[in-house]
């Protein structure tokens, strides 16, 4: 064991820092702070341009291998390079789905021509992607697909119909990767394909979904006969679940890496606040905070631990990483909870009209979706007690 | 010993239920907030029709004399319904403050008059709070400035809107001047009837919650036996039920303080304070507890503004922060305890002294 870092990694922290200091200012400057959870969908155009200047540093998919045009960064420089964004304020980064998602399954699944077609365009931050898994009747039960595809022989195509639900950012996107039943006989998770498709094309319509924060950040996605390239399938049609699972993993697991520093931000607003209108003084307040404050650091050494395990550079992560969203997404939300307690009556009134929420106002409400997007808290549960216990699992209705 | 309703206690709540219930859906609650005042003549009529804004207005100065105890189930009914209409504040807050002061002032004996008769309608603010509800509707405001209190007519105040979490609520910021005229008490006098006011203002708003609780709980059962996934009712499933079990034993668990506090500000409301705190907490912990399971529950459809469900939630959130936030209820409460001379032990718990 060894809790530091090396000399060489405090170098390349260093040379971060640097990087984001020279570069995080004039028209961007504005972005501070923003585009976090909760403010995903503010300065779409303009955190578009800071992905593009990221590139052109080459400071976008650093933990991507070099041949496929990452940084090919170890774990621990991933760690300090999500540190040290978060720390400097950088905004959310609106390629995430691309860099973390759609990215990594493409390396890890996909064909060389696949590869060579997207993955450019993700590192140089100017195609940005969504996720077609949920549906109106797909939630926690992912594997309940409607939307179905089949191969027009005369076309040469795949041609998708269905409805997606919750697809982030879609109305940004320049992709989406999308699982359809390529059987139409087969239930359940058999018979899937994951298809990646152009959003710019007359099969797709996108209607932003209203949020309870009053803002759209997240959509629904229709496909009416959409079209997908025949070479566009990874995998074989029927691995799709294979290759989405697979996926999941990088959601639950590397590209939640720099969410802790935004949450020290959070913690450390927070504290600011308590320290100006003297909520501090409350004894029940400043435990909370401490609670806060201690089980953030567990996050820290938790994903510490799970990472050092980890670097086979194929997304797969240890058993300890099934305990992470379940806790990181109940803390944020006791942190929302925190938050509104230490403004007191404040945390009602609103910044202005129509509907301006202040920060952490729109924090305390989006962290009710954390505990429930990429798996519930009770699928979390599920999971910790089937997968990592190997307690009976609850009887599923057959895939025939 | 009885710590039941009586009667006509229960009939009365019916009654409101039965209106309400008629009356005041999703749907209409939604249209409010796309008027610009966000309240209804027509409804406030037939508020006014039931003799709701009379309740607490002894029967000398026109109104039904009715206590704490007799309207705090109709306070439920307002909260399970989210009522957008200022009722409860008016009605349990405000006019009780004018009947302390009516018997040797006019003025105020004048105004209870036109409250039970449904023709004016007053807002009160406290300093506990930043904001004054409905003072955009009323025809006067009972303003508090250092130990005095005023009634100022709401043509001769500076209102500023302020836009609250919760669409349906109406808030506003004053600007005012104090002057010998509009003043109605001050001194021992004034403080005593601010200190009440506090007291009646939390005891309005944790009967709300514990009703804003329970309609939460009621759609989310509703929605548990719709919703499907993996083939059955979600409901089926242990973890869900549990979270509602959860919160259907918090709320059961809030409504004994809440009763309790009506009743000890209906007979002794000097000695209120610890009483009207607990119910608070409490009822401001069901509330949450029950919006936090319930959009969990709804699951991504409970973050949308196109479900109802953050109707209750954003009313829960900002009542359980309004008439004095948890931390400072807790605080009240813990100071009640560590009183040298707090009453506490087992005769006084369960004792006849005890109220």
Redesign the interface.
């Known amino acids: 064991m060894k809790l530091s870092f090396s000399a060489e990694d405090e170098l390349f922290r260093k040379e971060v820092a640097a990087w984001l200091n020279d570069n995080l200012v004039g028209e961007f400057t504005q972005l501070k702070f923003r585009g976090g959870p909760g403010d995903e969908h503010m300065f779409p155009e303009e955190r578009k341009a800071w992905e593009q200047k990221l590139a052109e540093g080459g400071w976008t998919c650093v933990g991507w291998p070099k041949e496929y045009g990452g940084r090919g960064c170890s774990i621990e420089q991933q760690v300090i390079f999500n540190e040290e964004y978060a720390r400097c304020g950088a905004p959310g980064h609106v390629g995430h789905i691309g860099e973390g998602l759609a990215g990594p399954t493409i390396i890890a699944f996909g064909t060389e021509e696949q590869k060579q077609k997207y993955l450019p365009g993700i590192v140089a931050g100017k195609e940005l992607w969504c996720q077609g898994y949920?549906e109106p009747?797909a939630?926690?039960?992912l594997a309940?697909v409607k939307t179905k595809a089949r191969f027009d022989e005369e076309k040469g195509k795949w041609i998708i119909n269905g409805q997606k639900?919750?697809t982030s950012l879609a109305h940004e996107s320049d992709y989406v990767f999308v699982i359809a039943r390529t059987d139409p006989d087969s239930v359940a998770h058999k018979g899937l394909g994951f298809f990646l498709m152009k959003m710019d094309q007359p099969g797709i319509e996108v209607r932003g979904?209203?949020?309870?924060t009053?803002t759209s950040e997240f959509n629904e996605v229709f496909f009416d006969d959409a079209e997908c390239e025949a070479d566009d399938i990874v995998g074989a049609p029927g691995e799709g679940w294979k290759v989405a699972m697979g996926l999941l993993g990088f959601e639950r697991g590397v590209s939640t890496l720099g969410q802790q520093m935004q949450f020290q931000n959070e913690l450390n607003q927070v504290i600011d606040i308590a320290k100006e209108n003297g909520?501090y003084q409350?004894p029940?307040?400043r435990q909370r905070i401490a609670k806060a404050h201690t089980e953030l650091k567990i996050m820290r050494y938790n994903s510490m631990r799970m990472l050092s395990g980890q670097g086979g550079g194929d997304g797969s992560l240890q058993k300890e990483a099934l305990i992470y969203k379940l806790f990181w997404a109940t803390w944020h939300?006791s942190m929302g909870?925190l938050a509104?307690?230490v403004m007191?009556?404040?945390?009602?009134?609103?910044d202005?009209?129509?509907?301006?929420?202040s920060r952490l106002?729109s924090m305390?409400l989006f962290v009710?979706?954390d505990?429930?997007?990429g798996g519930?808290?009770?699928i979390q549960?599920?999971i910790i007690a089937e997968r990592g216990l190997g307690m009976p699992k609850?009887p599923?209705?057959a895939a025939k | 010993m009885d710590f039941t309703f009586t009667e006509d206690q229960q009939l009365f709540a019916d009654s409101v239920k039965d209106f309400l219930q008629g009356e005041i859906t999703a749907e209409s609650i939604r249209a409010s907030w796309e008027t610009e005042t966000g309240r209804s003549d027509e409804l406030w009529a037939q508020i006014t029709e039931l003799g709701l804004p009379a309740m607490l207005v002894p029967e000398e100065f026109g109104g039904l004399g009715m206590t704490e105890l007799d309207v705090v189930l109709m306070a439920i009914e307002c909260g399970r319904v989210a009522l957008h209409e200022p009722i409860v504040e008016m009605a349990m807050v405000a006019t009780p403050l004018l009947a302390a002061l009516a018997p040797n002032n006019e003025k105020c004996a004048d105004l209870l008059g036109q409250i039970a008769g449904g023709e004016a309608k007053v807002a009160i603010a406290h300093t506990v709070n930043h904001v004054v509800a409905d003072a955009h509707i009323a025809d006067y405001l009972i303003l508090p400035h250092a130990d005095q209190i005023h009634l100022v007519a709401q043509a001769d105040v500076k209102l500023e809107a302020q836009e609250s979490v919760d669409p349906s609520r109406r808030l506003s910021t004053v600007d005012w001047t104090p002057s010998e005229a509009t003043c109605i008490a001050s001194g021992a006098e004034g403080v005593a009837l601010l200190a009440a006011t506090l007291n009646r203002g939390a005891l309005a708003s944790a009967a709300q919650m514990i009703g804003l609780a329970e309609a939460m709980v009621a759609r989310s059962v509703q929605y548990s036996e719709e919703r499907q996934q993996f083939g059955k009712p979600i409901g089926v499933n242990q973890a869900l039920k549990h979270h509602m079990a959860n919160c259907a034993v918090k709320t059961e668990f809030a409504k004994a303080p809440l009763y309790r506090a009506a009743y000890v500000l209906s007979m002794k409301p000097e000695s209120a304070d610890f009483a009207i705190s607990h119910a608070k907490v409490v009822a401001g912990e069901a509330a949450l507890f029950a919006a936090k399971n319930s959009i969990q529950l709804h699951g991504a459809m409970g973050y949308t503004w196109e479900c109802d469900l953050h109707i209750w939630m954003k009313r829960s959130w900002a009542l359980d922060k309004f008439w004095g936030h948890a931390g400072f209820h807790k605080n009240r409460t813990h100071q009640w305890l560590m009183n040298p001379n707090a009453q506490i032990g087992a005769d006084n718990t369960f004792g006849a002294v005890a109220i």
């Open positions: 949920s009747g939630g926690s039960d309940n639900v919750w979904i209203e949020q309870i009053g909520a409350d029940t307040i939300r909870e509104m307690d007191g009556p404040e945390s009602e009134i609103l202005g009209g129509p509907y301006e929420l106002q305390y009710r979706s505990t429930i997007y519930t808290n009770e549960r599920n609850e599923r209705v």
